[in-house]
């Protein structure tokens, strides 16, 4: 069956400290693959999407995502985390060759931020 | 930037009241959605729409709801008779292509179902 999974639920960092957060997809093909990140009531924001070419992607805020085929993985990676990187983080795919491309998320991981 | 503005941002109804959610996309997207996303959980794929009609729904999209593009600016949903259970945050999305395009997302309607 087709799925993303986020295996951390929540993830602790001090400030400063390198952060990685999981995803793994299972997918026949390889899926689009995106990352977007949640503020406590707020909508969602893409920080980084990848579909072909370069397996490492940059994105906004200093994040970067690094796919991985053999591994059905697109882990986010951030080498120096700030206070206010605190939020929930979706992994999210968009099946290949779909016209109605509908995005399915994972269960998200949530960030705390210690000073 | 334009953005996907969303109206009411809360909306508190009863159960068995019908409500009506809305969304106005940027200009020239396309292909629109309907996300919802209990609390505490994930978000969960809705509906899409295009060319003026359904392209694909999920199996909680029943007949209590339905979506419309009714002036080629507002996209709603509407859920016929609420219940608790469709207590929620539900998003609005939008994108101009394909499904390489980014969706943008709007700030999303919280719906408490009393």
């Known amino acids: 069956a087709q799925s993303v999974t986020q295996p951390d639920i929540h993830i602790t960092v001090s400030e400063g400290a390198s952060l990685e957060l999981r995803c793994n997809y299972s997918y026949g093909a390889t899926p689009y693959l995106f990352w977007y990140v949640q503020s406590p009531g707020q909508g969602l924001q893409l920080l980084l999407k990848?579909?072909?070419?370069?397996?490492l992607v940059q994105g906004i805020k200093g994040f970067e995502a690094e796919f991985k085929r053999s591994q059905s993985s697109f882990n986010l990676r951030k080498p120096s985390v700030h206070w206010s990187d605190a939020a929930e983080y979706f992994c999210?795919?968009?099946?290949?060759?779909?016209?109605?491309?509908?995005?399915?998320f994972g269960d998200g991981t949530t960030l705390t931020v210690k000073p | 930037e334009p953005e996907v503005t969303q109206t009411p941002s809360h909306q508190v109804t009863q159960m068995g009241q019908e409500v009506i959610l809305r969304c106005v996309p940027i200009?020239?997207?396309?292909?629109f959605y309907w996300y919802r996303q209990i609390l505490g959980q994930k978000v969960e794929f809705l509906v899409s729409f295009y060319n003026n009609e359904i392209s694909e729904k999920s199996e909680i999209f029943d007949d209590q709801f339905s979506v419309e593009r009714p002036d080629g600016s507002n996209f709603t949903l509407k859920i016929r008779s609420t219940k608790l259970e469709d207590s929620a945050m539900y998003f609005c999305?939008?994108?101009?292509?394909?499904?390489?395009?980014?969706?943008?997302f709007g700030p999303g309607t919280r719906l408490t179902v009393l």
């Open positions: 990848y579909f072909s070419g370069d397996t």
């Open positions: 999305a939008g994108r101009a292509g394909g499904p390489t395009d980014t969706q943008y």
């Open positions: 999210a795919v968009v099946p290949y060759n779909t016209n109605a491309g509908k995005s399915t």
């Open positions: 200009s020239n997207h396309l292909y």
